[in-house]
């Protein structure tokens, strides 16, 4: 290997390959295991379509043989197609069903055509042995019509095997989105894993190297892999501690010799050198490097936000299912309780948190948060009434809003001001990136082993995330930057703000609202009144997350190089806004994808475009109260649309339909949105914010 | 450990993740589509013995009067292992019903479980009614008079067994599959990891050995064909000889200075 660049090699590629690597690895073995399991399911139900088989032919046969015994003729029994006809209809899987001779001459039949196949039936018949046989796309069982010893003729059942087939595309679609979502899964843990085993410690090893050339020597003990890495770290500070021995030997050692030696040539030419040594080294041992480094917040982040998020696509179902009248409230609202007051405790706890985390180790609220988050999953999971359901859900809302703090605390923390952008871009994709896996995933066991069982999982993983914390983050000792919290007066100044209310009232609050209600609320309990698979509901609920997590950071991008931000808010609400539209001309399962999609689509353009814009429009504020404390309280007012949202919803809901209460609340952001937007024509000054 | 197994490890951990989802979703799948198809099929022979039913009650004659539905439901019991019993049962009441004829004997003249009723009652398909118990599964279909009234039902209750055993013969086929592809997998990613981590892990080694030599011996080897970390190192190695030396000869002046004192 000449001259090859390790450090460049790790950095860049090693990201990139592993990554093609895994995922080459995956879709082989995915592949492999998918074609296997077709295989396995034709095998083990091809018996018990034959028993089925069985069982139908056998209710068609014995009236025949009964008529048979009293002197009819096979080929002149009334009625048989009729008989064939109804148990068609009743018996959907199978396909045709026929009387043949002995002598394979047709008597009857119905169903699907048999032209194509008539003669595989026949062969089929005149074979000994296997009582059903593959003939196309079908299972052809046949059953002898015998009478005291003589058969007389065959009734032959078709049953397609679209059955497994059908069976294999349900779980196609499953098997995408864990494909999908294991892309995700292994792009988090890579990246946490290579950052943390390999690029950290060579980071530092590399930073150890260059100032040990200069004489600047460290000891690497806090590396403590067990790989060539920690191996290599071992060996160095052996090294160092080998010269700082020598080296405090000399040191200690000096003073004697100044007091003790009569040469004073000696004494000076020594003290010299030892002088010229002690500038050319210094050697430093740290307790340990802290992982600072915000990206590996994201990976406990993904895993809590996945916890929290399995359950999305079932809450209102699940809290369906615990309804009990509540004070004379009507039903849709009492079921819609769990997520309002879910909402309401997640954004009072925001700005407690927040000032909590001002004064303590970030560390310690995720841990607290994680913990009570943990609490309420379990709890939630053993719920037995609504009321009791209601309550775990607040205690999780308690915990998800303080790790969520600590999340953006600790990014806060460890950028500096110019990067925080970019700080805050990875909490924003790992959130959207978990929140996508999460509601598909959890859809998918909620329909195969029930919502008890998947709140458990959830309350499993929301642990992980806490040992996750406990075991890799360390937090910073100081904290340099206080965020500045609320106070009355800081809402009075910023309530003043024209630009910034109509924004708010009218774009983020409805935004939010839409996406509680829309997503939330009504997508679960309208597609499962339905009748749509709890996987299915999963699957369209990803749909937003999906569209947020793939184009939030292009159109940021964008809307960074335009610099028009208000073009891209008003782009977004009437996109968001227009989200009515399909509801109100498709309707039904149609009409709510393209009603999420295009709510994703304008979300995804104004969400990045609304933060971003904030500290514009309350540039004075901002002065004098500072930029997190702005931003704290646009977040804090913006959220409250996830509270106002099911509230509305279901109230609504008690009132007209699903359908009408959908139709209501787009309306209402739509109007709000045409307010806006009438309000940036009129005061265009006012409202020409550029960057 | 070294750095391929940590990376293997964990792009297994990631592979065997998937992998057992899927077989998860394969295995509920088969099981949902076995207990559908097995019920269906015991609808089949429950439709079946209505049928007969119907036919005895449009002649005029009673549910209780029937002439071979004895007969005819413990011809379906015996034919069918599964089946742990049948009941032919009438309404005595709006909430309660009695056991005209069952494959148990001394069942007949019993009471019909609450629950079965109430299920029945609400049952959104007036054609059938279904109830998932522990151990055995019911599958039910009413019985109509010739006047469209609900007289009564047919009932079979039939092992849950023989799901459960099929479904865990599934998931034993389903995790000997896995396991196969899984250790054809790990050869493969243990390859990989080898092959895209070799660099990083040649170098290091090469740099520990030099530390190691340096260490022990005390030699420093030229720069020749080194990536920009090693020719670090054999800086560093330089600057920490030049030191040591100047230690040791300061050390070594002290000790001098000392001895031509004595």
Same mark, same amino acid.
């Given at each position: ?45 091809? =018996? ?14 014995? @009236?025949?043989?009964?008529?048979? %015994? ?48 008539? &003669? ?57 989105? %864990? ?21 950290? @410690? ?30 290599? *770290? ?19 050692? !000096? @003073? ?60 209102? #179902? ?6 009990? =009248? ?76 303080? %790790? ?11 950028? =500096? ?16 990136? *978990?929140?996508?896996?999460?509601? *598909? ?19 499993? #993983? ?55 209600? %829309? ?33 939030? @950071? ?12 208000? !073009? ?20 039904? &399962?149609?009409?709510?994808? &393209? ?97 | ?38 019920? +269906? ?159 990083? +892990? ?61």
């Amino acid at each position: 290997m000449t001259n090859f660049n390790l450090y460049m090699w790790n950095q860049r590629d090693l990201k990139y390959y592993s990554f093609i690597f895994t995922i080459l690895v995956l879709v082989v073995s995915s592949i492999f295991l998918f074609l296997s399991s077709e295989k396995l399911l034709v095998m083990q139900l091809s =018996p018990e379509l034959e028993q089925k088989s069985i069982v139908v032919g056998q209710t068609l046969i014995n @009236p025949i043989k009964k008529a048979i %015994v009293e002197g009819v003729n096979v080929d002149q029994l009334r009625g048989l197609e009729e008989h064939f006809s109804e148990t068609l209809k009743d018996n959907k899987e199978i396909r045709y069903i026929l009387l043949n001779t002995v002598d394979g001459r047709l008597v009857y039949s119905q169903g699907m055509s048999i032209e194509k196949i008539k &003669f595989d039936i026949l062969k089929h018949q005149n074979e000994v042995g296997k009582t059903s046989v593959e003939i196309d796309k079908y299972q052809n069982t046949k059953l002898p019509i015998e009478i005291e010893g003589k058969i007389l003729g065959y009734i032959h059942l078709g049953i397609g095997l679209d059955i497994i087939s059908s069976t294999m595309h349900d779980i196609t679609y499953d098997a995408l989105i %864990v494909f999908f979502i294991s892309l995700l899964v292994t792009f988090e843990i890579l990246f946490f894993l290579l950052n943390y085993r390999i690029n950290m @410690p060579i980071n530092w090893i590399k930073n150890a190297l260059d100032n040990g050339k200069e004489g600047r020597f460290e000891y690497l003990h806090y590396i403590k892999s067990r790989d060539e890495i920690g191996h290599f *770290a071992d060996l160095y500070t052996r090294l160092i501690h080998n010269l700082d021995k020598i080296y405090c030997d000399v040191k200690n050692k !000096f @003073p004697i010799f100044e007091v003790t030696s009569d040469r004073l040539e000696d004494i000076t030419k020594a003290k010299h050198e030892f002088e010229n040594i002690q500038n050319e080294l210094h050697i430093t041992q740290k307790k340990s490097r802290k992982t600072k480094e915000t990206y590996f917040i994201r990976t406990p982040l993904f895993l809590f936000v996945f916890a929290e998020s399995l359950s999305i696509s079932f809450l209102p #179902i699940f809290s369906n299912i615990l309804y009990t =009248p509540i004070f004379g409230l009507p039903k849709d609202f009492v079921v819609a309780l769990p997520i309002i007051f879910f909402m309401m405790v997640y954004t009072i706890s925001q700005p407690f948190s927040g000032i909590w985390s001002n004064i303590s180790s970030k560390k310690a609220i995720f841990l607290v948060g994680a913990t009570l988050s943990t609490i309420g999953l379990f709890g939630a999971g053993f719920s037995h009434t609504i009321l009791e359901f209601l309550s775990w859900r607040m205690l999780t809302a308690l915990g998800y809003g303080m %790790v969520l703090i600590a999340c953006q605390a600790f990014i806060i923390d460890n950028t =500096p001001v110019e990067k925080r952008t970019q700080g805050l871009a990875i909490y924003i994709s790992g959130f959207y990136s *978990a929140s996508v896996c999460g509601s *598909a995933i959890g859809a998918i066991l909620a329909d195969n082993v029930g919502y008890k069982s998947t709140f458990m999982i959830s309350a499993v #993983i929301s642990i992980l995330s806490g040992i996750f914390v406990a075991t890799y983050i360390r937090d910073r000792e100081l904290f340099e930057e206080q965020n500045k919290f609320f106070s009355w007066d800081s809402f009075k100044t910023i309530f003043k703000n024209k630009p910034f209310m109509s924004m708010l009232l009218c774009v983020s609050v409805p935004s939010k609202m839409m996406l509680s209600s %829309v997503i939330y609320y009504i997508t679960p309990i309208y597609l499962n009144a339905m009748g749509t698979r709890q996987s299915e509901i999963g699957r369209i609920i990803m749909i937003y997350g999906f569209i947020m997590l793939v184009l939030s @950071p292009l159109i940021a991008k964008l809307a960074d190089r335009l610099n028009k931000p208000v !073009f891209f808010i008003a782009i977004g609400a009437i996109l968001a806004s227009s989200s009515i539209f399909p509801i109100i001309f498709i309707g039904g &399962f149609w009409g709510l994808v &393209f009603c999420i999609t295009l709510l994703a689509l304008g979300h995804s353009i104004n969400a990045t475009a609304q933060v971003a814009i904030v500290p514009i429009i309350l540039r004075k504020e901002a002065s004098v109260l500072g930029e997190a404390a702005v931003s704290s309280i646009y977040r804090f007012l913006e959220m409250q649309g996830f509270v106002f949202g099911p509230t509305i919803t279901g109230l609504l809901i008690a009132r007209y339909n699903y359908l009408y209460s959908l139709i209501i609340i787009s309306s209402v952001s739509c109007v709000l949105t045409i307010f806006y937007l009438v309000g940036v024509l009129i005061n265009k000054h006012s409202f020409n914010i550029q960057r | 450990m070294s750095l391929t197994l940590k990376i293997s490890t964990a792009i297994l951990s990631i592979i065997v993740f998937a992998l057992s989802l899927l077989v998860f979703l394969t295995y509920f799948k088969y099981e949902s589509t076995l207990a559908q198809l097995v019920r +269906s099929r015991f609808l089949v022979i429950a439709s079946d013995i209505k049928n007969t039913v119907h036919r005895g009650l449009s002649l005029g004659v009673t549910l209780s009067e029937l002439q071979g539905i004895q007969e005819v439901i413990e011809e379906a019991k015996n034919n069918h292992p599964h089946i742990l019993s049948i009941k032919v049962f009438e309404f005595t009441s709006d909430d309660q019903a009695k056991t005209v004829y069952n494959t148990r004997l001394a069942g007949i003249g019993g009471n019909i479980p609450e629950l079965w009723l109430r299920t029945m009652l609400i049952s959104k398909k007036a054609e059938e009614w279904y109830l998932k118990g522990e151990e055995a599964n019911v599958i039910g279909v009413p019985i109509v008079n010739n006047f469209g009234k609900h007289i009564g039902g047919i009932a079979i209750r039939y092992s849950q067994h023989y799901i459960h055993e099929q479904s865990v013969q599934m998931l034993n086929n389903l995790l000997r599959k896995l396991s196969l592809i899984l250790t054809a997998v790990s050869l493969f990613v243990l390859v990989g990891s080898y092959l895209l981590f070799y660099p990083i +892990s040649k170098s290091f080694s090469r740099m520990s050995n030099l530390l190691e030599s340096y260490i022990n011996r005390g030699q420093i080897p030229s720069h020749n064909g080194m990536d920009e970390l090693e020719e670090s190192l054999i800086n560093t190695l330089k600057k920490n000889s030049m030191l040591l030396k100047k230690l040791e000869n300061l050390k070594h002046l002290m000790s001098l200075s000392s001895y031509q004192e004595k």
